[in-house]
């Protein structure tokens, strides 16, 4: 008995090290004090959707649904019984769970347990982490599978011949496609790198290529999900509204065809415009979510069928960008790209438990946009300082892994939608941030060796 006893000792102290009991200790005592201080679950517009198939899954009955959302983040709110509380709750203790990975992340770079402690601890004091755990939306559970995933990476996942670590990696990324079909093309980026690293013609043919199944299995099998109920094989039917995003400032511009479409467009932008000229800053519409307004007039030429809609303009989208694709290349470098850098908090200022509270959260605010602009702008300039590494040296480290898969993110983000850019850019921060930080690592010790 005592020797069993003393085994299972020792497995939960080579587990949870003195470490990680600290890390879980103060990542429950902010959240708690945080929930004192914010108790409130933020529902956003886009929070209704996911809602609304989390409760139709767990009817099991699709009846009604339009094809709007995948599947991840609504079978996420079903199993906490739909209810808001529990799926906030749920987040939390997945945010916990998160900065867990992020350390043993940090331990693979050889930093020592104490300063990966640190780090982890510096990392997670960013206040969006903590407010998106508040939210219905599908941020934080994107946030633990993307960290997940960097975990494996960062543990040599690349060279390894390990088939249940490529059954684990696919695991993950097919989830993570499952809850925004967007991360579909991630796992051939992964593949690639696996068959350039050592390049030999017969690494096309490796048990790497596992990764790929449970992803295409997951955006082939939803589409086919929305095929029968809605008649449109799409991963979700906002993707041709979104993709229409696109054309915000040159809607007008588009063939005789699609002349309803961009005259209406058009039409709802300058009004916006305008109305914004009136209002406060806080209470501006974004011009990027023009379209959101004009399909109220627009849904009326498709029989009121969003999915037709969609559909519809996604094809005007199309036409429209191939007749101006000098604009199309300004709205996708200067402001979808752009705005995927922007640091952004989602939160409801005036739902603070105490006064004052809000203004003291919102200078802490300020000061970490100076640090995540500082971090965000350093990894943009090391991107080209590592590519050129690699074609230099031709080795792929991890740091390469790392950038290739973010930049590929900032992309063809930009490329597909205009809106809510920064969304995109949140799971990933914190890899840009250590990556940073790496590299100041590596070259401080150089000098200091010197």
Not at 3 to 31: A, P
Not at 129 to 151: A, K, M
Request: with cysteine; hydrophobic share 50%.
């Amino acid at each position: 008995m005592n020797q069993n006893s003393n085994s299972i000792n020792k497995i939960f102290n080579s587990f949870f090290t003195k470490e990680i009991r600290i890390l879980i200790g103060l990542g429950l005592l902010f959240r708690a004090l945080l929930s004192v201080l914010y108790f409130h679950v933020t529902i956003f517009p886009d929070s209704e959707g996911y809602l609304f198939l989390a409760k139709k899954i767990s009817e099991f009955n699709l009846d009604f649904y339009n094809g709007e959302r995948s599947l991840g983040y609504p079978l996420f709110i079903s199993l906490a019984f739909n209810s808001v509380v529990v799926t906030v709750v749920y987040q939390v203790f997945l945010g916990i769970i998160t900065s867990v990975y992020w350390y043993k992340t940090i331990l693979n770079f050889n930093f020592s347990s104490k300063k990966a402690l640190c780090l982890t601890l510096f990392l997670q004091s960013f206040l969006q982490i903590h407010f998106y755990e508040r939210i219905i939306l599908v941020e934080s559970l994107t946030l633990f599978f993307v960290s997940l995933l960097f975990y494996y990476l960062s543990s040599d996942y690349l060279e390894s011949k390990n088939i249940k670590k490529d059954l684990a990696v696919g695991f993950v990324l097919g989830i993570l496609v499952l809850i925004k079909p967007f991360y579909a093309f991630i796992p051939f980026v992964i593949y690639g790198l696996s068959v350039i690293k050592n390049f030999r013609f017969s690494k096309f043919i490796s048990s790497k290529i596992i990764i790929l199944i449970f992803p295409l299995l997951a955006y082939f099998g939803w589409s086919y999900v929305n095929k029968v109920n809605t008649g449109y094989f799409v991963s979700t039917t906002f993707f041709g509204l979104n993709l229409s995003q696109n054309c915000v400032y040159f809607a007008e511009k588009t063939t005789q065809e699609y002349h309803w479409i961009g005259s209406v467009y058009a039409k709802t932008r300058e009004n916006i415009i305008v109305q914004n000229k009136k209002l406060q800053p806080e209470n501006r519409k974004e011009e990027a979510m023009t379209i959101w307004d004009a399909q109220n007039e627009l849904i009326k030429k498709t029989d009121h069928n969003f999915p037709k809609l969609s559909a519809v303009l996604g094809r005007y989208a199309i036409a429209t960008i191939k007749k101006n694709p000098l604009e199309y290349a300004k709205q996708v470098v200067l402001r979808s790209w752009f705005d995927f850098w922007k640091p952004k908090l989602y939160w409801n200022y005036n739902n603070f438990s105490f006064p004052f509270v809000n203004k003291i959260f919102l200078g802490i605010w300020y000061l970490q946009t100076l640090l995540i602009w500082f971090f965000k702008l350093s990894f943009v300039f090391l991107i080209p300082y590592y590519l050129i590494q690699f074609f230099k040296n031709r080795i792929i480290s991890k740091e390469v892994v790392f950038i290739t898969i973010i930049f590929a993110v900032s992309v063809l983000q930009a490329l597909v939608t205009y809106g809510g850019n920064a969304r995109f850019s949140f799971p990933f921060e914190y890899i840009m941030m250590l990556v940073v930080i790496l590299f100041i690592k590596e070259n401080f010790n150089k000098k200091k060796a010197l």
